[in-house]
Antibody, heavy 122, light 112 residues
Framework: QVQLVQSGAEVKKPGSSVKVSCKASGVTFNSNAFSWVRQAPGQGLEWMGGIIPMFGTASYAQKFQGRVTITADELSTTAYMELSSLKSEDTAVYYC???????????????WGQGTLVTVSS | DIVLTQTPLSLSVTPGQPASISCKSSQSLLHVDGKTSLYWYLQKPGQSPQLLIYEVSSRFSGVPDRFSGSGSGTDFTLKISRVEAEDVGVYYCMQGIHLPLTFGGGTKVEIK
């Protein structure tokens, strides 16, 4: 059974950075891509970017370009999402999700991690 | 970016009655391989989203057959034949043909 377990909630100051981890189990890590999706309080789902561990390549939504870095460690079967220059508007639940294949496109997202609440407040 | 427009925004349904959600895309989601990259998710209260339907009409593993998806090109529909109490939550469509992946705004389904 594939499972994604994310790191715990974070409280950050504006201007700082946060790094969220997503440990995958029950899956051949390099056979799948992983996406990161965020959800602001009471809002919908927003794709931030993703990574293809097999190729080590990451793609990002233009909105987050320059502020987000997505990486993956094959040895620990863990994906990471780091967001810098945090603003109050970045307060959200951040989810990782496995793609149903090794590419970000043309694949479903399942399962999803349990979500990590990041609160940005002075 | 591809824009997905979901309607209605919310739905209040009597148990046992049907429900239907529309998702319209700003571009065709038909890939050259013949597959259409449109997915449906349900986010139950306090939970992470879960996959219901992939490639327009294929039910994911364990999804009850009261859920069905249809459509082509730019117009898609999710139908619940007989709504049950456990179906409450927010339903999202998602396209996977172009980056960035994008989601519809969501449709909240509640029970009357």
């Amino acid at each position: 059974q594939v499972q994604l377990v994310q790191s715990g909630a974070e409280v950050k100051k504006p201007g700082s950075s946060v790094k969220v981890s997503c440990k995958a189990s029950g899956v051949t890590f390099n056979s799948n891509a992983f996406s990161w999706v965020r959800q602001a309080p009471g809002q919908g789902l927003e794709w931030m970017g993703g990574i293809i561990p097999m190729f080590g390549t990451a793609s990002y939504a233009q909105k987050f370009q320059g502020r987000v870095t997505i990486t993956a460690d094959e040895l620990s079967t863990t994906a990471y999402m780091e967001l810098s220059s945090l603003k109050s508007e970045d307060t959200a639940v951040y989810y990782c999700a496995r793609a149903g294949g090794y590419h970000l496109l043309l694949n479903w997202l399942d399962p999803w991690g349990q979500g990590t609440l990041v609160t940005v407040s002075s | 970016d591809i824009v997905l427009t979901q309607t209605p925004l919310s739905l209040s349904v009597t148990p046992g009655q049907p429900a239907s959600i529309s998702c319209k895309s700003s571009q065709s989601l038909l890939h050259v391989d013949g597959k259409t990259s449109l997915y449906w998710y349900l986010q139950k209260p306090g939970q992470s989203p879960q996959l219901l339907i992939y490639e327009v009409s294929s039910r994911f593993s364990g999804v009850p057959d009261r859920f069905s998806g249809s459509g082509s090109g730019t117009d898609f529909t999710l139908k619940i034949s007989r709504v049950e109490a456990e179906d409450v939550g927010v339903y999202y469509c998602m396209q996977g043909i172009h980056l960035p992946l994008t989601f519809g705004g969501g449709t909240k389904v509640e029970i009357k």
